[in-house]
């Protein structure tokens, strides 16, 4: 297969070599590196494993790297049905390269032996290439939505993100999530039973099952839509791994729907790349008091997040100019909607009880004695008002 990618500002086919090179540096570095994605963008996937990516003493980078064998790996994935894809090629998401034009991101975890400790990581990039199992071509991701939020979900956080996601499939905009328990199932699920399309991005290799409790979820996903890693086949999960999963999630998608994230949630960070590339953000708001709503609260206020409570108005902001308009709520229409300007300002000065003289509800009304009147005799034959003793009151008020 041959693929062309931008080197240096031209144009190239992409060999065969340079997808073997892709296999072995999806397999051997960790997902997010940055300085990997810096070379292969600049030096393209072949000088840049050859020639410029010096293993640090001790990373064990140089020992994996020699232990890669791309090509066997490649048929491995075959036999399971796993397809490895790279830039270029017909089914690469176009939004994955946006990765290589944004600033990378800082975060702080928990990577030696003191849990107390948090050491600062950094993540960014393009990935190399992306493990894809499951039958439904990724262009078909073209236009599709992240809902994404806590794995400790609240009743109220799961029958929103279900509304959403079942109206969004229900609209044919495909789902995307995470594959996790708590609103990335909803979400999935959701767009499932709308009949819809949906793919999961894992933190782990798309033949590996987690958590468990999904098993049933994924299984469907791989027999027939499609779950997404960068991570190769058979590879388990780690914090830092759901972390640089993350970006993934923001890059395939046009925008991404926050549904319940506490101030420490992965969740924030799938956010943060999908703000650092110009997707649309939304959030769901929870109550005031709700912990597992504090985050996407913090999102709101500070003017990261449109506010939205359900799928049209996810459309709106998500869809072309004037394609999705939500209509402005408003509250039961009352009878008195239906007057007129002149006869509500009568009708504010018919008394409730005794009656008043036609002059002097004109008075009170800052109009001529014939308007008035003939508001009156409306609002007579409308049940508003009625006429008795020479004057006129409220009707019902006697």
């Given at each position: 297969m041959s693929a062309l990618r931008s080197v240096g500002g031209a144009a190239t086919?992409?060999?065969?070599?340079?997808?073997?090179?892709?296999?072995?540096?999806?397999?051997?570095?960790?997902p997010g590196d940055i300085t990997t994605s810096r070379l292969v963008r600049d030096l393209g996937p072949q000088r840049a494993l050859s020639q410029q990516l010096v293993p640090k003493p001790g990373s064990g980078l140089a020992e994996r790297l020699a232990e890669v064998d791309p090509a066997r790996h490649l048929e491995q994935a075959e036999r399971k049905g796993i397809r490895f894809l790279v830039p270029g090629d017909a089914e690469w998401p176009a939004g994955l390269d946006?990765?290589?034009?944004?600033?990378q991101l800082d975060h702080r975890c928990r990577t030696g032996d003191d849990p107390d400790v948090a050491e600062p990581v950094t993540f960014g990039g393009t990935p190399p290439g992306i493990w894809v199992r499951g039958p439904m071509p990724l262009t078909e991701l073209v236009g599709s939505v992240a809902v994404v939020g806590s794995r400790s979900a609240s009743v109220y956080g799961v029958e929103t993100a279900r509304a959403i996601a079942g109206h969004l499939a229900l609209s044919g905009v495909p789902v995307v999530s995470g594959g996790a328990l708590g609103i990335d199932f909803v979400a999935h699920d959701a767009a499932l039973r709308a009949g819809g399309a949906t793919a999961a991005v894992l933190a782990c290799g798309v033949d590996r099952v987690y958590p468990e409790k999904n098993r049933a979820l994924l299984a469907h996903l791989a027999a027939e839509y499609a779950v997404v890693s960068e991570q190769p086949p058979g590879s388990g999960p780690t914090q830092l791994r759901f972390l640089a999963r993350n970006r993934l999630i923001a890059a395939l998608t046009c925008g991404t729907v926050l549904v319940?994230?506490?101030?420490?949630?992965?969740?924030?960070?799938?956010?943060?790349?999908?703000?650092?590339?110009?997707r649309s953000v939304m959030g769901v708001p929870g109550p005031v008091t709700s912990y597992t709503s504090a985050g996407v609260h913090q999102c709101l206020r500070r003017g990261g997040a449109t506010l939205v409570t359900q799928g049209s108005e996810v459309l709106e902001v998500v869809g072309r100019a004037g394609e999705h308009l939500v209509e402005v709520p408003r509250g039961p229409e009352r009878p008195r909607d239906r007057l007129s300007a002149v006869e509500r300002r009568v009708l504010e000065q018919v008394p409730p009880a005794a009656p008043a003289a036609v002059d002097a509800v004109a008075s009170l009304s800052l109009l001529h004695v014939r308007?008035?009147?003939?508001?009156?005799?409306?609002?007579?034959?409308?049940?508003?008002?009625?006429?008795?003793?020479?004057?006129?009151?409220?009707?019902?008020?006697?």
């Amino acid at each position: 297969m041959s693929a062309l990618r931008s080197v240096g500002g031209a144009a190239t086919a992409a060999t065969e070599a340079d997808r073997l090179a892709r296999v072995t540096l999806s397999v051997a570095v960790e997902p997010g590196d940055i300085t990997t994605s810096r070379l292969v963008r600049d030096l393209g996937p072949q000088r840049a494993l050859s020639q410029q990516l010096v293993p640090k003493p001790g990373s064990g980078l140089a020992e994996r790297l020699a232990e890669v064998d791309p090509a066997r790996h490649l048929e491995q994935a075959e036999r399971k049905g796993i397809r490895f894809l790279v830039p270029g090629d017909a089914e690469w998401p176009a939004g994955l390269d946006d990765l290589d034009q944004v600033d990378q991101l800082d975060h702080r975890c928990r990577t030696g032996d003191d849990p107390d400790v948090a050491e600062p990581v950094t993540f960014g990039g393009t990935p190399p290439g992306i493990w894809v199992r499951g039958p439904m071509p990724l262009t078909e991701l073209v236009g599709s939505v992240a809902v994404v939020g806590s794995r400790s979900a609240s009743v109220y956080g799961v029958e929103t993100a279900r509304a959403i996601a079942g109206h969004l499939a229900l609209s044919g905009v495909p789902v995307v999530s995470g594959g996790a328990l708590g609103i990335d199932f909803v979400a999935h699920d959701a767009a499932l039973r709308a009949g819809g399309a949906t793919a999961a991005v894992l933190a782990c290799g798309v033949d590996r099952v987690y958590p468990e409790k999904n098993r049933a979820l994924l299984a469907h996903l791989a027999a027939e839509y499609a779950v997404v890693s960068e991570q190769p086949p058979g590879s388990g999960p780690t914090q830092l791994r759901f972390l640089a999963r993350n970006r993934l999630i923001a890059a395939l998608t046009c925008g991404t729907v926050l549904v319940e994230a506490a101030l420490r949630s992965g969740a924030l960070n799938t956010v943060g790349w999908a703000e650092q590339m110009s997707r649309s953000v939304m959030g769901v708001p929870g109550p005031v008091t709700s912990y597992t709503s504090a985050g996407v609260h913090q999102c709101l206020r500070r003017g990261g997040a449109t506010l939205v409570t359900q799928g049209s108005e996810v459309l709106e902001v998500v869809g072309r100019a004037g394609e999705h308009l939500v209509e402005v709520p408003r509250g039961p229409e009352r009878p008195r909607d239906r007057l007129s300007a002149v006869e509500r300002r009568v009708l504010e000065q018919v008394p409730p009880a005794a009656p008043a003289a036609v002059d002097a509800v004109a008075s009170l009304s800052l109009l001529h004695v014939r308007d008035t009147m003939g508001a009156l005799s409306r609002l007579e034959a409308k049940g508003f008002v009625v006429r008795e003793d020479g004057g006129w009151r409220l009707a019902g008020a006697g």
